[in-house]
């Protein structure tokens, strides 16, 4: 589409309300969910069904799989059809990413689990596949919105998730669907570090946006060119492996990583092609250690080696196959994007608008960045608590590594400065190093919240420390099958001890609901 003469775009919506296609899905979906109910031998009226939200909360692959052995023993139990919403952060939304490419798979799931967990031990992408997928990103986006999370997804979150995943989100969703409607989370990295504004952003299969402002664009827009409300340059709906790597880029807020990079890089312009590659791998390998906690010296050694190569003016050109231009400057902008620590960066859809519901520093800006909403809290609760969506019941599934109480604790601090009704969390002292695996937290006018953290007193004993440490991040990605087998068990172990809780919890909620 020519920018000089933009089409209205009925794309961009501002307004507090559900999206239409949602609410026919919610209304079709909460059929499903009273005939679920009825099943489990709990009788009510269709108005008295209560909205039921599932969280999983980030934490790597770890959280994928947790996730995944989660919602196992959901439907095992007959629970899973009493969801209405599954929504994510990082780590979790690899397990949905994954799920979603099977239509109706919650009603497959054992099929749907076993070929996720085939894949996950599997061999890794080669880099030749990573490099091919990262060139076709350079190629086919702007270089404006062109950034390191489209680096990070082809070379890092290929390592974990073992495939290149080109569908996207609206690919992936059939409006009749049986699944719960997915919604997938992550920041605003200006409000973020600004603390101001609405830097919650979701997205749906039908749209994307600001969760608390109520400013959408359709999902298939998402990273189009806009002004003032008129799509003015397409650009590809962006895949679900960048959307993965979108809502995992947890490195995007390291200062001290990128003061590190800005040490090693002074003039990649003058690199040639093959000491450009050697760099790049070397830069993709130091964040593979440093997202694992592992020590990332020689990286450094190798990186300091290639640039004192340049310093000397005495390079010895190594022959290799050469690149083509685009290549070389893929490459030269990449190094921009590092030198600058770009991340999630995409086209304002709300660029030059003119509304006073949205807050104007956000209608300045012709791009926004978004990263890993773990960043700010490790658990989608912002997603469910808009109001229109009107939720009864939340269970959040806490895959979280080190405090298992730090994500409701911060939600329910948040949600107190932001006036959105959520429960007072109260957690014994004694329970902090030794969590049990079901919590509960009411309050008035409040939806109830149900808190299960992944390793706890039940499932591990007196061994937490270790299940931690078997699990740690920094000893991820694993494909050993009896590894990923042993942590849905455990995580399954979460659901299963606790279905008369979860139905006690349920049923009250029906009578809240009245």
Known sequence: MSASKPEKSVGVRIERSLNENEEEFVA????????????LKINFSQDEVPNIALLGSGGGQRAMVGLLGSLVQLQKTGLLDCILYLSGVSGSTWCMASLYQDPNW??????????????????????????????????????????????????????????????????????????????????????????????????????????????FVETSSFGSKFENGCKIKNQPEIDMLYLQALCCSVLAD????????????????????DECYKVLMDLVDMNLSVLNGNDPSALDESIRTQLNKLNGGKRQMVQAKKLNLTDKKAAKHIFKCLANWIWGRNYNFLHNMKDKAVPSTLLESETRDYQDAGLLVNSPYFSVLRKERDI??????????????????????????????????????????????????????????????????????????EWRKKYSTSKWPHSDIQMITDLMEVAGKNISNNKDNLLEQIHLAIKIHK
């Open 28 to 39: 079709r979906r909460r059929i499903a969910v009273l005939q679920s109910l009825n099943k």
């Open 106 to 215: 919650s009603t497959e799931l054992e099929t749907v689990k076993d070929k996720i967990i085939q894949r996950l031990s599997s061999s890794e992408v080669s880099w030749t596949d990573a490099f091919a997928k990262l060139k076709k990103y350079y190629d086919e986006k702007d270089e404006k919105i062109f950034s390191l999370t489209d680096v990070f997804a082809a070379m890092v979150v290929t390592t974990y998730v073992k495939e290149i995943d080109e569908r996207t989100l609206t690919d992936q969703w059939d409006q009749q669907s049986k699944d719960p409607f997915p919604i997938y989370m992550a920041i605003d990295k200006h409000f973020k570090q600004n603390n101001d504004g609405d830097p919650w952003f979701e997205f749906t299969p039908h749209e994307a946006g600001y969760s608390l402002t109520g400013a």
């Open 254 to 273: 390291g200062d001290e990583n990128k003061k590190f990079l800005l040490e090693q890089i002074k003039d990649p312009t003058s690199l040639s092609e």
């Open 392 to 465: 009864d019941l939340i269970i959040s599934l806490d895959f979280s590594e080190a405090d298992p109480f730090k994500t409701v604790k911060k939600a329910a601090e948040l949600c107190k400065e932001l006036n959105i009704p959520f429960p007072e969390v109260n957690i014994p002292s004694e329970d902090v190093k030794k969590p049990k695996d079901f919590y509960v937290f009411k309050g008035q006018n409040t939806p109830t919240v149900i808190h299960i953290p992944l390793f706890n007193v039940v499932n591990c004993g007196d061994k937490i420390e």
